[in-house]
């Protein structure tokens, strides 16, 4: 089954600094990868996602690049503010016609920013 | 409406009861999930539901019981549980049909086994 490994598990950032999230997963049939930020006592929300045949997204701060061949993702945060404080999952699934998605999350990364 | 909806947002139950939680969305989502997790942890999938056949069940104990009566409603039928059990349980719905689409998650029942 698939795998996802996410690092840093924590991240200490000053306000204004970018943040840097990495992902790999091992699943070669996964293709969809996204980015969940879940802040404490909440639901995970989507922040952004990427599907396998795109190499890069962006959304005003956020971005997403895809490096398929060596299966690793990562989320880039620029400008980054107090609110951005939280934990990030990325996640990886394969999806099967009738079947959903079978997401699967990496350990999280509880990023800070300080003010 | 992107919502999903959870009853009860909290829950107490001792190892005997039988309870259930809630799950509901009206996106027209035909892809239905249960998730558990644990503090400081990711998610865990426990269940998937599409066009309310359980498609997926990742080896959970019989002690959950999922049950999809229609396609806006997901149920998780509790009995018997652990206090290893007490947990965040949460919903998610998706489309099934299109490729690769964005899960809802709903806020959550957090469940306290005593």
């Known amino acids: 089954g698939e795998n996802v490994e996410q690092h840093p598990s924590t991240l200490s950032v000053q306000e204004g600094d970018s943040a840097v999230i990495k992902c790999t997963y091992s699943d070669s049939a996964s293709n969809y990868f996204p980015w969940y930020k879940q802040e404490l006592g909440k639901r995970p929300q989507l922040i952004i996602d990427?599907?396998?045949?795109?190499g890069e997204k962006k959304d005003q701060r956020i971005a997403v690049t895809l490096n398929k061949t060596a299966k690793h993702f990562s989320l880039h945060i620029t400008e980054t503010q107090p609110e951005d404080s939280a934990v990030y999952f990325c996640a990886a699934s394969a999806h099967r016609n009738n079947y959903g998605q079978n997401f699967v999350f990496g350990p999280g990364t509880r990023l800070s920013v300080l003010p | 409406d992107t919502e999903v909806t959870q009853t009860p947002k909290h829950l107490v139950m001792g190892m005997t009861n039988k309870k259930s939680l809630k799950c509901e969305q009206h996106m027209g989502h035909r892809a239905m999930y249960w998730y558990k997790q644990k503090a400081k942890k990711p998610p865990e999938l426990m269940f998937v539901y599409s066009y309310e056949k359980l498609s997926i069940n990742e080896s959970v104990p019989s002690r959950f019981s999922p049950e999809c009566p229609n396609s806006s409603l997901l149920n998780l039928h509790l009995h018997a549980l652990q206090p290893e059990d007490s947990a965040l349980y949460l919903c998610?719905?998706?489309?099934?049909?299109?490729?690769?689409?964005?899960?809802?998650f709903g806020q959550g029942t957090r469940l306290t086994v005593v």
């Open positions: 998610a719905s998706s489309q099934v049909s299109a490729v690769n689409t964005e899960a809802f």
């Open positions: 990427i599907r396998s045949n795109v």
